[in-house]
């Protein structure tokens, strides 16, 4: 439902409602979480793909906070476990992390300090979950080397 919400540049406040009103009712189920994240891949699908993951990122994490945020910012935990969720060492979990590792680069920095806060996580997780991503990381570090120092910091404080 997420994707419904990136399908224009600015979606209406009605079907934002309508999506976090659905979202907030399945997370509402008793053991919800537990049940989508064991449940994190349905034929070959994720239930929460990379795509989906960083605009709920944007919605969560917004420059100029709307009226919505704080709700996005709720699900957003949860919704983050089931986008992650994996076998270790899978290839379909290499696979994600270096999708991740990508779209937290490019969501770190730019002045949202929450924002490039959750994304500089989600990078560093990429890092565990792939070995692939440190040689990748290798590669850009010196583009963006304020990205990189956020980064060293997060994973300093590990």
């Given at each position: 439902?997420?994707?419904?919400?990136?399908?224009?540049s600015?979606?209406?406040?009605e079907t934002?409602?309508?999506v976090?009103?659905v979202?907030?009712?399945?997370?509402?189920?008793?053991?919800?979480?537990?049940?989508?994240?064991?449940?994190?891949?349905?034929?070959?699908?994720?239930?929460?793909?990379?795509?989906?993951?960083?605009?709920?990122?944007?919605?969560?994490?917004?420059?100029a906070p709307?009226e919505?945020?704080?709700?996005?910012?709720?699900i957003?935990?949860?919704?983050?476990?089931?986008?992650?969720?994996g076998v270790?060492?899978s290839?379909?979990?290499?696979?994600?992390?270096?999708?991740?590792?990508?779209?937290?680069w490019?969501?770190?920095?730019?002045?949202?300090?929450?924002?490039?806060d959750?994304a500089?996580?989600?990078?560093?997780?990429?890092?565990?979950?792939?070995?692939?991503?440190?040689k990748?990381w290798?590669?850009?570090?010196?583009?963006?080397?304020?990205?990189?120092?956020?980064?060293?910091?997060?994973?300093?404080?590990?």
């Amino acid at each position: 439902m997420l994707p419904l919400l990136g399908m224009k540049s600015n979606p209406s406040p009605e079907t934002k409602e309508l999506v976090l009103q659905v979202v907030e009712s399945i997370l509402s189920v008793p053991n919800a979480e537990q049940v989508l994240v064991s449940g994190y891949v349905r034929k070959g699908e994720r239930l929460l793909p990379a795509s989906a993951l960083e605009l709920l990122l944007h919605l969560a994490f917004p420059s100029a906070p709307v009226e919505e945020t704080d709700r996005f910012e709720t699900i957003y935990p949860t919704l983050r476990c089931v986008a992650v969720a994996g076998v270790n060492g899978s290839d379909s979990r290499k696979q994600l992390a270096i999708q991740i590792q990508d779209l937290a680069w490019r969501a770190i920095g730019g002045g949202n300090a929450k924002l490039s806060d959750k994304a500089t996580g989600l990078f560093v997780l990429s890092l565990y979950h792939n070995p692939e991503c440190y040689k990748r990381w290798d590669r850009v570090y010196e583009d963006d080397v304020d990205k990189s120092v956020a980064i060293l910091r997060k994973l300093k404080k590990l």
